[in-house]
Antibody
Framework: QVQLVESGGGVVQPGTSLRLSCAVSGFTFSRYVIHWVRQAPGKGLEWVAVVSSDGRNKYYTDSAKGRFSISRDNSKNTLYLQMNTLRAEDTALYYC?????????????WGQGALVTVSS | QSALTQPRSVSGSPGQSVTISCSGTSSDVGGYKYVSWYQQHPGKAPKLLIYDVSKRPAGVPDRFSGSKSGNTASLTISGLLAEDEADYYCCSCTGSYSMVFGGGTKVTVL
């Protein structure tokens, strides 16, 4: 059974850091491009970042550039999102999502999300 | 990158058809085949309904169909069922190695 399980969320103060993890099972992790997508409470979906199957290519939404870093450890079947200098507007449920064929074709499988709350 | 434009809400009676539009620009929807659609029920993760403008993943009923004309993509739900009441989001890649979602459309089954 294909599964993505996010962890590492929590309540943090503005300006601090947090690292999210996405542990996968049920498929060959190293073959797939994986994205992070977030959803602020009561709001719509927002794409955050993507990493290629081999970890070499990474792309970010403008608000994440310079603050967030996406990475993966294919030996551990785990995706990461390192988030620095967090802001109140980063408060959201963060989903990891797997593609099927290429970077941009769509998000085929989703995790259940990890909640990040940035508040003083 | 500005969000794609979707109507806030659409409604229909059971058995009817509804269409949700997703308006973008030539730099996103109009420029690429990578338009996808998602259904999200309250408290649940989104579910892929349509990818590459009009393709359906295995297991998605053929009541759901996608299309595109110029800078506007559309999702049509035929034979509306009570279980189709949910939020729907479109998504497109852009010319700057990123993706952008629409603001979401709430579908109400009357």
């Amino acid at each position: 059974q294909v599964q993505l399980v996010e962890s590492g969320g929590g309540v943090v103060q503005p300006g601090t850091s947090l690292r999210l993890s996405c542990a996968v099972s049920g498929f060959t992790f190293s073959r797939y491009v994986i994205h992070w997508v977030r959803q602020a409470p009561g709001k719509g979906l927002e794409w955050v970042a993507v990493v290629s199957s081999d970890g070499r290519n990474k792309y970010y939404t403008d608000s994440a550039k310079g603050r967030f870093s996406i990475s993966r450890d294919n030996s551990k079947n785990t995706l990461y999102l390192q988030m620095n200098t967090l802001r109140a507007e980063d408060t959201a449920l963060y989903y990891c999502a797997r593609t099927e064929n290429d970077f941009w074709s769509g998000f085929y499988v989703w995790g259940q999300g990890a909640l990040v709350t940035v508040s003083s | 990158q500005s969000a794609l434009t979707q109507p806030r809400s659409v409604s229909g009676s059971p058995g009817q058809s509804v269409t949700i539009s997703c308006s973008g620009t030539s730099s996103d929807v109009g420029g690429y085949k990578y338009v996808s659609w998602y259904q999200q029920h309250p408290g649940k993760a989104p579910k892929l309904l349509i990818y590459d403008v009009s393709k359906r993943p295995a297991g998605v009923p053929d009541r759901f169909s996608g299309s595109k004309s110029g800078n506007t993509a559309s999702l049509t739900i035929s034979g509306l069922l009570a279980e189709d009441e949910a939020d729907y989001y479109c998504c497109s890649c852009t010319g700057s190695y990123s993706m952008v979602f629409g603001g979401g459309t709430k579908v109400t089954v009357l």
